[in-house]
T-cell receptor
Framework: GESVGLHLPTLSVQEGDNSIINCAYSNSASDYFIWYKQESGKGPQFIIDIRSNMDKRQGQRVTVLLNKTVKHLSLQIAATQPGDSAVYFCAENWDTNKLIFGTGTLLAVQP | DAGVIQSPRHEVTEMGQEVTLRCKPISGHNSLFWYRQTMMRGLELLIYFNNNVPIDDSGMPEDRFSAKMPNASFSTLKIQPSEPRDSAVYFC???????????FGQGTRLTVV
């Protein structure tokens, strides 16, 4: 029979616009939250992390926001470029070392 | 460093056969992870090791799956016997223990027919 796969949420943005990718997490005891980027045919690649006692962290063109009250994490990408097209995963760090990934969001950048 | 190296990149095997996936972590890293990625379930953590010792194998689907890490520079994930539902991309990743940045290999795409 036909298998049903995960329906990845898709965010389509114009080149140069800002992107906001959202994630809900499950474990309120997680120490860290991390964003990974996965390009087609490759393994996930670390982007940025945020410790559970912070609510905002900035990197180069990226900002991660953490709202522990509603267990919500977001990744903001400024001036989105075609090279940003990928699947983005949020991950929770349990027990110092155990990384649990969310389902992912497909970011499609339109030229 | 060449990063995490996995082999083979692609594996096609018949149902019932034994499959062994291999991983060489980044030199100096002391944590190693095996993940499975499918359209149905996304990225699942199967097992992870700290200092060559299995810490959590609760993600291993069933007894047909086993993983070993005989030394700091090599790990294997074995499936015996393999079944079509094991078809997936299997990733190995390594990190320094306590570090949030895990480095992933290119993955092994396994197809069981």
């Amino acid at each position: 029979g036909e298998s049903v796969g995960l329906h990845l949420p898709t965010l389509s943005v114009q080149e140069g616009d800002n992107s906001i990718i959202n994630c809900a997490y499950s474990n309120s005891a997680s120490d860290y939250f991390i964003w990974y980027k996965q390009e087609s045919g490759k393994g996930p690649q670390f982007i940025i992390d945020i410790r559970s006692n912070m609510d905002k962290r900035q990197g180069q063109r990226v900002t991660v926001l953490l709202n522990k009250t509603v267990k919500h994490l977001s990744l903001q990408i400024a001036a989105t470029q075609p090279g940003d097209s990928a699947v983005y995963f949020c991950a929770e760090n349990w027990d110092t070392n155990k990384l649990i990934f969310g389902t992912g969001t497909l970011l499609a950048v339109q030229p | 460093d060449a990063g995490v190296i996995q082999s083979p990149r692609h594996e096609v095997t018949e149902m019932g056969q034994e499959v062994t996936l291999r991983c060489k972590p980044i030199s100096g890293h002391n944590s190693l992870f095996w993940y499975r990625q499918t359209m149905m379930r996304g990225l699942e953590l199967l097992i992870y090791f700290n200092n060559n010792v299995p810490i959590d194998d609760s993600g291993m689907p069933e007894d047909r799956f086993s993983a070993k890490m005989p030394n700091a520079s090599f790990s294997t994930l074995k499936i015996q016997p393999s079944e079509p539902r094991d078809s997936a991309v299997y990733f190995c990743a390594s990190s320094f223990k306590g570090d949030t940045e895990a480095f992933f290999g290119q993955g092994t795409r396994l197809t069981v027919v």
